[in-house]
């Protein structure tokens, strides 16, 4: 099991581009999470898909969107890309139900806008 | 909105000291608590909480939910550098889990 895996590693931006963090997991999860983290201010999660076929905002979405395309894959787009969204982007699947379980995260973006 | 919050925000302590992490949290339909290590890269699983009172441990490390004051707490007895890390907690409700903004631990040796 490759557990959560995310593409690319690093990423440098200019103001205005666009791009797709691509994320995928093979432990059939049905949630699944984006997440940015920057210094002192812990994860703030972005959007969320509580099941194949839903989204949802979470604390910080302005800026971004998500596409859950199927259970393995959940892809976070920035449009339109602004030095505030330098950051390092987490993604994360969970199983959700009846009982609880822990949350699985994947190596990380690092992603530069300048 | 779902909201938790840790304190300290950081901790500088000496190896062989004990600490506690505190983890407060407001989270609509609540279901568990968990807790994770942050060293240089993705966050690690440390616990997962959903009852009140009971404590779960991990050798050096202990943790214990209060359901009805809407707060947990992180021990770490005997710190050692390598616990150097930021602690995060997260609360979840159906779907979703919302972190806190972590605590810094350093420890000296």
């Known amino acids: 099991n490759a557990g959560v895996t995310q593409t690319p590693k690093f990423q440098v931006l200019k103001t205005g581009q666009s791009m797709t963090l691509q994320c995928a997991q093979d432990m059939n999860h049905n949630s699944m999470y984006w997440y940015r983290q920057d210094p002192g201010m812990g994860l703030r999660l972005i959007y969320y898909?509580?099941?194949?076929?839903?989204?949802d905002k979470g604390e910080v979405p302005n800026g971004y969107n998500v596409s859950r395309l199927n259970k393995r894959e959940f892809s976070l787009r920035l449009e339109s890309a602004a030095p505030s969204q330098t950051s390092v982007y987490f993604c994360a699947s969970r199983n959700t139900g009846l009982v609880e379980h822990e949350q699985y995260f994947g190596p990380g973006t690092r992603l530069t806008v300048t | 909105e779902d909201k938790v919050v840790q304190s300290p925000l950081s901790l500088v302590v000496h190896e062989g000291d004990t600490v506690t992490l505190n983890c407060s949290y407001e989270v609509t339909n609540f279901r568990s608590l968990l807790w994770y290590k942050q060293e240089k890269k993705a966050p690690t699983f440390l616990f997962m909480l959903t009852s009140s009172g009971i404590e779960k441990k991990s050798g050096r490390l202990s943790s214990i939910l209060d359901k009805k004051e809407l707060f947990s707490i992180l021990n770490i007895t005997a710190t050692q550098t390598g616990d150097s890390a930021i602690y995060l907690c997260g609360g979840t409700s159906y779907g979703k889990l919302t972190f806190g903004q972590g605590t810094i631990l350093t420890v000296h040796p």
């Open positions: 898909s509580a099941s194949e076929g839903t989204t």
